[in-house]
């Protein structure tokens, strides 16, 4: 065992490093009693950086593999040759990485390939069908048997882990990372750079946050859930839109070409994540098929409607925070019409227990992991 044990910290979308960011701040705690470098592979490029502003974090590494219309597979190679060198030179003892990515279960591989330790943030998450979403769910899945420490967000991610045959030792319950970002950046002072933004604050109106951009989503049900934007704002005059359109040019054909130019319907950049955290901050109602989305909104107090079949997140459905709604039209405008007309209805979901945690899942993380190496004494 090393006496300064050498951790690495992998991401590369934008929800990995908004997840990851508070472990690596609590991990930059402990130097140099550890050596701690990031890397990052640029799966997500421009959201990617624009999280670690906020964060003021600069990596070590940087992959940069994006790529225009790369393929899944030349991300997996891309990201596997990538850290190779890397793991090499540093001959990392825990490699950390988060969630559901190609870069997380690759980084995964990548620590075994080395006989590093993998330390898998917000594990155990699943909708047991391994095409939805894709590829996700099977990223996570395959990530498992990779991990040497298991760090479920709740208890539900614990038992699903547990019927894949973990070891019940190497699992912890700490809830979810994001949670401690999103709060740090909720109790900062903001106004929207974006005149478009800024403006939604001085309507009147009650603001409606929605986000698409899913591949299960992209071609019919994207279209569905256009016509459900369409049909509630001429139902509710009293509401506005916006939808921070996603990068892909696949999500932005379909959205531009319904909402774009109609009344009380703002299409936008997809924004920083501190604006996005202010908009649902704004948001009376969000609509998203988003799995970080369906975590933060709760302890923000915000119901949140589920464009999507399943979840890994059904813990929000349970407690009462979200509803699981597809991508039915009908159905969509019928339970956004019932949370913005029936106040009972609105204060349950908005005052539903969050499930996801108090903010203090990094130092868990940390803590857990420095015990075994003598850093700390208490976890």
């Known amino acids: 065992m090393a006496t300064q044990p050498r951790i690495v910290t992998v991401f590369g979308t934008r929800p990995d490093a908004i997840k990851m960011a508070p472990v690596v ?59 190779e060198p890397i793991f090499n030179e540093l001959k990392p003892d825990v490699v950390f990485a988060q969630g559901d990515t190609s870069t997380t279960f690759v980084a995964g591989l990548a620590a075994f390939y080395h006989k590093s330790k993998f330390a898998h943030v917000e594990a155990g998450l699943r909708t047991h069908n391994k095409y939805n979403p894709f590829p996700e769910e099977m990223n996570r899945i395959l990530a498992a048997p990779l991990a040497d420490y298991h760090f479920a967000p709740t208890s539900m991610a614990k038992e699903n882990l547990l019927r894949e045959a973990v070891d019940p030792k190497r ?33 009147g109106l009650r603001t409606v946050l929605l986000t698409s951009h899913r591949r299960e989503n992209w071609g019919e049900p ?69 799995g970080g989305v369906q975590e ?17 997140r059904q813990e929000g459905v349970t407690a009462g925070t979200a509803l699981l709604v597809g991508t039915d039209t009908e159905r969509i405008i019928s339970e956004a019409t019932s949370l913005l007309t029936n ?19 990094a130092q868990q993380i940390c803590q857990i992991v420095l015990k075994e190496y003598g850093i700390v004494s208490v976890a």
């Open 222 to 290: 994207l279209t569905d859930i256009c016509r459900a934007v369409l049909q509630l704002v001429d139902m509710h005059q009293d509401i506005q839109v916006v939808f921070p359109m996603h990068r892909n040019p696949i999500v932005r054909k379909t959205v531009e070409a319904m909402l774009g130019h109609k009344d009380r319907i703002t299409l936008t950049e997809p924004p920083d994540y501190k604006p996005f955290v202010k908009l649902q901050q704004l948001a009376e109602l969000i609509l998203t098929d988003s």
């Open 343 to 361: 106040k009972q209805h609105y204060h349950q979901m908005a005052n539903a227990t969050n499930p996801y945690g108090d903010g203090t899942a």
């Open 25 to 83: 701040l609590e991990l930059k705690k402990y130097e140099p009693q550890i050596k701690v470098d990031v890397v990052v592979t640029g799966q997500h490029r421009e959201m990617l950086d624009q999280v670690l502003d906020v964060f003021h974090i600069t990596p070590e590494y940087d992959l940069n593999i994006m790529q225009h219309g790369q393929s899944l597979s030349q991300i997996t190679a891309r990201v596997l040759t990538g850290l």
């Open 296 to 312: 933060e909104a709760p302890s923000l107090g915000k119901p949140v409607l589920v464009l999507r079949e399943t979840t890994e």
């Open 171 to 203: 699992i912890w319950i700490t809830g979810n990372t994001g949670i401690d970002a999103l709060l740090s950046v909720a109790a900062m002072k903001h106004e929207f750079a974006q005149p478009e933004l800024e403006a939604l604050r001085h309507t």
